[in-house]
């Protein structure tokens, strides 16, 4: 079994949480995905997304300020466990790791064709 | 100040529908947010777009709120752990709920199989459409004694008089019940058809009339509702009838079909109708048409113009008019039938059709009836039955309940309310009785089986009948507040100061007095159970073993066919004579006690044009010996070819007034005007069974009667002699009687059956003696089990202080003791008065005395110590170290 499930929008949006530190919640973590990856992110997709992290412990939310801009409903704000860093570090090494096992040749297509 | 937008509104409510509230107002607020800058950059129609694809793609299981609720609002989960903490306590006090469910098995065993009989009873003719307006019409003749006898068959021309005279009938229906062999006139097919409906006498041939269809309706498969009668010579089939007779013939075939009664009346088919679904007493299958009654083969054999007692064969239906009252029509038959009192005596009324299945006063009735008042004991024996089984429950529940004080204490502590606790010991009856009531309902159909001689065949559980299941909700539901409310109100009310410190529940009198008294009403109702069988089984073997005046024993009767010659019969007695192993043969016409003997009428000469209602037996001049009936004066009658003389009994000379029996001797007796002379007197015997008094009896020769052999064997014990005796008869009898098969019976045996309804009873009372008994036991058992638990370390005490184990067990079966002699005054009463009721029924009957009460009394008291001491002893045996070293 996998020790640290993390899928692939899931990094990205933990990622993302990082980037934005403490002005993480939902809509700038939308904009702030859109405008880095240039990709369309649903408020569906993100907030599923961002409920399976927190469930997973990866994440962890407090309530912030109502703004009027939100007609009065609270901000919630997330921000990473360390379990979640755990999480992100095993899997930017699994990465990491699977890099590092390809062979040269194999990403130089002049020499692969040979 | 700036502006801020709402989005499109239905969305947005949308969404908070279906988003799961720990994360509605967040994601609102963001989809808010997003929205108004939205359209601050992109303008309104784009952001509303994007919004509502927003939503769209919200609407996911991760966001939607779970069905089964979210924030436990609800009870849901305390229900399931209510579930599950009573199922760990069922399953910890094992012993406890074996006897609670045993109990409630039982309780709910019975009155599920009660509810189905009397379902099925009470099933009966119910489905016809304006059934309150049918009628069944009877006819009351009045015996010259005074007895009313109703009768259902009637004369025709009874029947043919209503049909134009009674005014407020819609219509008026004949039908004559008819038995006959059937053929079908088809080459290829030699079966023969039954006319009874299969293993009964009830006769599914009828001769009907068309106004029958107007009464009850059938669906009309083929023919015509209301012409297929009217046809010379037809017949109207039932589906299942006529693919009996044809196979699978197709319907418009059939029409026109030929079938053949007794070899000699043709009728063609005119109609097919479906059977009726319901259960129904008039489950017909063959309706010929009246107006075959018309042909020759039938007017020799039903008299269709004759207004005689003997030849009454006519059962009427009557359905009123709207405005139609009973009373009206009753009173209009008077009209009918006056006109004719000089051939009989009729007084009809009409009787409506849902009384029709529960009278069983008809004589000769040509279909099943039930007894009304039997369903009415049943359904309360069953109420009993299930009564002693909640007190069960209610018993060991409140003895159990200090144990579970602390539990009530914790709770209450931990904030629980009197309203919950009490609705979690329910739970835990309730599961109990669930339990129980799966049982029970496992058990119906092999209960039912074994009582199969009692109840009428084709009754089963329905369990997916509309009223079974509400039946079986209402059972359970009610059991469970019945046992379970007390017992929750008494744990729900411990204070849990006084609980956790440990000083347990009020021990006061109160609640041991209630739980007396419970135990002293079970054992109530054990007991009048227990005296009642007893008392039942005393009376019917008085009846067996009581002298009937004459012997029955070892006597065969063997009855020769119909309208046999006089010579053959006589021939036939004195060949069976010769055969050893027969000491004597009598020729009678029936035996000294039978079960219907009516009464003739006679008139004896000295108190001129008095008469006397008297059953009269006749036999020939062997009749007394062979029964051994006492002879008190004068002799035996002589042999002789025609009446000649009277032998009187004792009874009859005491009405005639003679103080002495020889007295009577030569005194004349009138019987249709002639005289005849008194010759014996015999002592009193019984004529009829033990519910009737001895009537006053003759004893007279007419030969052209005496049809009937009684043949009395030397002994009917030895198999291997009876065998070759009874070869020996046969031989002789298809000697002189080649073309009829043998037949015989034994006398006692069929004087045995007189009783046979006294002996159902006898079944019954025994069987919920039992049961009572039972449930009673297991009650006391489990709660001598409780206190001999509770009271261990006294028991302990006292035996290191000296007691010995008599002591000990003494002293805890004392008080069970003293409760079932309360019980026992307290039954006694209510059961000698209901069992007088029932001994009035018999004419000669045993008395009560106070031996039963001692037997009933001793019985059930061994019973109670059996079930007590074996929990007493055991308690006394244990070794005091082991319950006082927890100390």
């Known amino acids: 079994m996998k020790k640290y499930q993390l899928g692939e929008f899931e990094e990205v949006v933990i990622l993302t949480i990082g980037v934005l530190y403490k002005d993480a919640y939902g809509v700038s973590i939308r904009k702030e995905i859109e405008s880095r990856l240039s990709r369309n992110v649903s408020m569906g997709a993100l907030h599923t997304a961002l409920v399976r992290l927190e469930d997973k412990g990866y994440i962890k939310s407090f309530d912030g300020e109502a703004t009027e801009e939100r007609m009065g409903r609270p901000k919630k704000y997330f921000q990473i466990t360390a379990l979640g860093k755990r999480a992100m570090e095993y899997t930017k090494d699994t990465r990491n790791d699977l890099w590092r096992a390809i062979p040269k040749m194999a990403l130089n297509p002049k020499i692969a064709e040979l | ?887």
């Open chain 2, 1 to 887: 100040m700036k502006q801020y937008y709402w989005p499109p509104k239905l969305f947005l409510r949308f969404f908070r529908w279906f988003c799961h509230p720990k994360l509605r107002d967040h994601i609102e607020g963001d989809l808010l947010e997003y929205y108004n800058q939205q359209m601050t950059e992109s303008g309104k129609i784009r952001a509303d777009i994007n919004f509502i694809v927003d939503i769209l793609l919200l609407f996911r299981p991760g966001i939607i709120k779970p069905a089964e609720g979210y924030k436990n609002l609800d009870n849901y989960g305390m229900i399931k752990s209510y579930f599950k903490i009573g199922w760990r306590n069922i399953a910890r006090q094992k012993l406890y709920s074996t006897i609670n469910v045993m109990g409630l098995t039982l309780g709910i065993c019975a009155s599920v199989v009660i509810y189905t009989i009397s379902s099925y009873e009470l099933s009966f003719d119910i489905f016809h459409p304006d059934r309150e307006r049918i009628y069944r019409v009877i006819g009351d003749i009045t015996e010259s004694n005074g007895d009313k006898l109703h009768f259902s068959r009637l004369p025709i021309p009874l029947f043919q008089s209503a049909r134009t005279q009674l005014v407020g009938t819609e219509a008026i229906a004949g039908l004559i019940p008819y038995e006959a062999k059937i053929k079908i006139n088809e080459v290829n097919n030699a079966n023969e058809f039954e006319s009874r409906i299969t293993g009964t006498h009830y006769v599914t041939t009828v001769i009907a009339d068309q106004q029958y269809f107007e009464i009850f309706k059938y669906e009309w498969l083929a023919g015509n509702a209301t012409q297929a009668l009217q046809a010379p010579l037809s017949v109207v089939l039932t589906e299942s009838r006529a693919s009996k007779y044809f196979g699978s013939l197709p319907l418009d075939k059939i029409i026109g079909k030929q079938i053949v009664y007794d070899d000699s009346l043709t009728v063609s088919v005119t109609g097919v109708i479906k059977d009726w679904s319901g259960n129904t007493d008039l489950a017909f299958t063959d309706f010929i048409s009246f107006n075959a009654l018309q042909t020759d083969f039938l007017k020799n054999r039903i008299n269709s113009g004759s207004w005689k007692q003997g030849d009454m064969a006519c059962w009427i239906f009557a359905k009123l008019s709207e405005y139609g009252t009973s009373q009206a029509v009753n009173a209009l038959f008077e009209k009918i039938t006056k006109p004719h009192a000089s051939e009989i005596k009729l007084t009809a009324w009409l009787e409506s059709l849902s009384g029709m299945h529960f009278n069983a006063n008809v004589i000769e009735n040509p279909i099943r009836t039930a007894h009304l008042p039997t369903l009415y004991s049943l359904m309360g024996i069953a109420i009993f039955i299930l009564l002693l089984a909640i007190i069960n429950f209610v018993n060991l529940s409140t003895a159990q309940s200090i144990q579970r004080a602390k539990e009530v204490g914790v709770r209450k502590v931990l904030g629980s309310s009197r309203m919950s606790l009490s609705f979690q010991f329910l739970t835990e009856t309730f599961l109990l009785t669930m339990i129980a009531s799966l049982l029970g309902i496992l058990l119906v159909d092999p209960v039912l089986n074994e009582f199969k001689s009692f109840i009428p065949t084709g009754i089963s559980l329905h369990l997916l009948k509309p009223q079974t299941i509400i039946f079986l909700t209402l059972v359970v539901l009610v059991t469970t507040l019945l046992s379970g409310f007390y017992p929750s109100l008494v744990l729900s009310s411990y204070r849990p100061a006084l609980s956790l410190r440990g000083v347990g529940a009020k021990t006061g009198n109160e609640k041991w007095m209630l739980r007396k008294g419970l135990i002293v009403l079970q054992f109530s109702v054990s007991l009048v159970f227990i005296t009642g069988s007893i008392v039942i089984s005393k009376q019917l073997n008085y009846t067996q073993e009581k002298d009937f005046g004459f012997n029955a024993d070892a006597i065969m009767i063997v009855e020769t066919p119909w309208g046999s010659q006089r010579e053959k019969i006589t021939r036939l007695d004195e060949r069976v004579k010769l055969i050893p192993g027969v000491s004597n043969v009598a020729l009678q016409w029936v035996a000294p006690m039978v079960l219907n003997g009516r009464g003739r009428y006679i008139k004896f000469k000295s108190t001129d044009e008095k008469a006397i209602d008297v059953t009269q037996v006749a036999g020939n001049e062997d009749f007394i010996p062979l029964y051994q009936i006492k002879i008190l004066a004068g002799r035996n009658l002589a042999h002789a070819d025609s009446l000649k003389e009277f032998v009187i009994n004792e009874k009859l000379a005491r009405l005639m007034g003679c103080k002495k029996p020889e007295d009577a001797l030569g005194r004349m007796l009138y019987w249709d005007n002639k005289p005849y002379p008194v010759v014996g007197v015999v002592a009193d015997f019984h004529s009829r069974s033990f519910h009737e008094i001895i009537s006053p009896l003759c004893i007279v020769n007419r030969p052209d009667r005496e049809g009937t052999l009684a043949i009395k064997l030397f002994s009917k014990s030895n198999q291997s002699d009876l065998k070759t005796t009874l070869a020996r008869i046969e031989s002789a009898w298809s000697e002189i009687f080649p073309a009829a098969t043998f037949q015989y019976t034994f006398y006692d045996d069929s004087l045995a059956l007189m009783y046979e309804s006294d002996q159902r009873t006898a079944t019954l009372v025994n069987t919920s003696t039992a049961i009572t008994i039972f449930i009673s036991c297991i009650g006391l058992f489990g709660v001598t089990l409780f206190t001999s638990e509770k009271r261990s370390k006294e028991i302990s005490i006292r035996k290191i202080l000296g007691a010995s184990i008599a002591n000990i067990v003494i002293m805890l079966s004392k008080g069970f003791v003293l409760l079932v002699i309360i019980a026992l005054l307290i039954a006694s009463p209510v059961a000698m008065y209901l069992m007088n009721q029932w001994l009035q029924k018999f004419a000669y009957h045993i008395n009560i005395n106070w031996s039963v009460f001692v037997l009933a009394g001793v019985s059930s008291l061994v019973l109670t110590i059996i079930t007590v001491s074996y929990q007493s002893i055991k308690a006394a045996l244990t070794s005091p170290v082991n319950n006082l070293r927890s100390e």
